[in-house]
């Protein structure tokens, strides 16, 4: 290592001291002599915590603290309790009667009940929430038997509806605040009231959300904690070094910058955790509005992919922290196939394909000219976003990139608002409830994110989509997601890229963080400093 890196490192350590110390200057940073507080990088800025209506990546990692659902899940998806202390499934796979805790309270210490579970499932999720849309809207009735037990009946069998009880798809919204009002526009979505063992203090926008221990919390001498405080780091470089300095002791998902991973990593005080993204499983990739041309034709769709390095995607953008994808389905998700037609990278393909089109190029080389909304979350998808251009630029396609933050990325791509688009949305251990909301017609819902945003419709990957969640064997559903996949991987409403590995950055002081399929957006009531 050059003096110049030196310096620049030690210019960088100092900044980010300066930066934090101006955060939050009402309170120390927690250190290794005060075992109660724990600091988690935010990024971005969660544009809310109210996990009802926005389940983006830093809204869960915060709202996860505050809000809970009825299950949680290990790492193989065997459910574990949560508001739920017991459960019992008829033989006929149609009711599900769920035995709630009895002494969980809302954080207004109002206490939780069967009837908040009834209008969260029945009124709420259902209105705004398009995953626990395609869950919920399977249930004949839900009925509270009694203050403590609700049941739910389905219409027909739904393999994974156990599955739908984690925290970010079946998040318990208190019906007391919320019954009868304008969901989106109530005043309570600004002060977040869940049932979890930490509570909101302070959110100072642009600088820090500070959670506090819950007194009332229900799981019997939990939290360990006292306080998680979130500092909002805009800059990559200050997010590092916050970690090398040991000010922040948790990093995760895109914190920090992919080619940075393993030299963090590498820190005698912290550890590489790869675990706790089952449940996400998330596959990078380019999201196509097959509204407009020249992307409602099948064959420019294709041309992409073969114009889409995804080895190198996945060296240069990810730096080996995953492998090439093939499918819309994760590997790491149920009832996954690569038996399917694939994109190997080969660039005559793919101007064979546009000059079938009759899309020539004009004297400067270009055929057509398209734009790419850059997703915000990180300067990992601003070179994503880049290297698409510069890929699709072999092949005559003129890329022009547009910038957005977390909030107005959000509003155009549910909105329809966007040519292409890349995302990593998670897949929740079943294509049921992760996979097929992106691509069944009666979820394409204007103004929805994470909907069927693309507006692709084919009737047999309908058909199949709801065999696939009905049937009562595996081997059913297998047969189903597999003929589902090899469709959709010849009409490519999107290009997958790469089968991301997730990485999380945690100081060795503390243990019991990642415990589940959901990891870094578990609730932390069991986190603690190690003995």
């Not at 003129?398 to 155009?412: G, K, L």
Request: with cysteine.
């Amino acid at each position: 290592m050059n003096d110049m890196t030196i310096n620049r490192r030690t210019m960088l350590m100092a900044a980010s001291s300066s930066l934090l110390a101006g955060l939050m200057p009402q309170f120390a940073l927690a250190q290794a002599s005060d075992p109660a507080r724990m600091n988690i990088i935010a990024f971005p800025e969660p544009p809310t915590l109210f996990i009802g209506l926005d389940q983006n990546g830093s809204t869960q990692t915060v709202a996860g603290k505050m809000y809970e659902s009825l299950l949680t899940f290990d790492f193989d998806f065997t459910p574990r309790p949560s508001l739920a202390e017991s459960w019992e499934i008829s033989d006929d796979k149609l009711t599900y009667t769920f035995k709630l805790v009895k002494n969980a309270k809302w954080h207004d210490g109002k206490p939780f009940t069967a009837e908040d579970v009834v209008f969260t499932t029945k009124e709420f999720l259902t209105e705004v929430h398009p995953r626990a849309r395609a869950i919920f809207s399977n249930c004949e009735t839900i009925e509270a038997l009694d203050e403590h037990t609700v049941r739910f009946v389905l219409k027909k069998p739904f393999a994974p509806f156990l599955m739908g009880f984690e925290m970010s798809t079946a998040p318990m919204i208190p019906a007391h605040l919320y019954r009868g009002t304008d969901f989106r526009a109530n005043p309570n979505n600004n002060n977040p009231i869940g049932t979890g063992p930490f509570k909101l203090a302070e959110w100072k926008r642009g600088s820090f959300i500070r959670l506090v221990k819950n007194p009332d919390y229900h799981g019997e001498g939990e939290p360990h904690l006292e306080e998680i405080i979130f500092p909002i780091l805009p800059d990559a470089s200050a997010r590092a070094v916050a970690i090398e300095q040991g000010q922040v002791q948790q990093g995760q998902f895109f914190d920090v910058e992919m080619f940075d991973v393993q030299r963090l990593a590498s820190l005698p005080h912290i550890q590489l955790i790869t675990k706790g993204y089952e449940f996400y499983a998330p596959v990078a990739r380019i999201e196509f509005n097959t509204r407009v041309e020249p992307f409602n034709d099948k064959r420019f769709r294709q041309a992409i992919c073969y114009a889409l390095d995804k080895q190198m995607f996945t060296d240069t953008i990810f730096f080996g922290l995953g492998k090439p994808a093939v499918s819309p389905f994760s590997y790491r998700t149920r009832f996954y196939d690569d038996k399917v037609k694939t994109y190997e990278y080969d660039i005559e393909k793919a101007k064979a394909l546009l000059d079938e089109m009759g899309l020539k190029p004009d004297a400067s080389g270009v055929r057509t000219r398209v734009t790419f909304l850059r997703l915000p979350w990180g300067e990992t998808w601003s070179r994503f976003a880049e290297m698409v251009k510069q890929s699709l630029a072999l092949i005559g396609i003129e890329v022009e990139i547009e910038a957005s933050d977390p909030a107005s990325w959000t509003q155009r791509y549910a909105n329809w608002d966007f040519q292409m688009t890349s995302s990593y949305p998670y897949q929740f251990g079943d294509p049921a409830l992760g996979v097929s909301r992106f691509f069944v017609s009666s979820n394409i819902r204007k103004g929805v994110a994470y909907s069927n945003c693309t507006g692709y419709s084919n009737p047999e990957v309908d058909a199949l989509f709801e065999k696939g969640a009905s049937a009562t064997s595996d081997e059913e559903r297998q047969a189903a997601y597999s003929e589902v996949q090899k469709i959709l991987t010849e009409d490519v409403p999107m290009a997958w890229l790469v089968e991301v590995e997730l990485p999380t950055l945690l100081d060795k002081k503390y243990e019991d963080v990642v415990v589940s399929a959901i990891g870094v957006n578990e609730s932390y009531r069991k986190a603690r400093k190690a003995s």
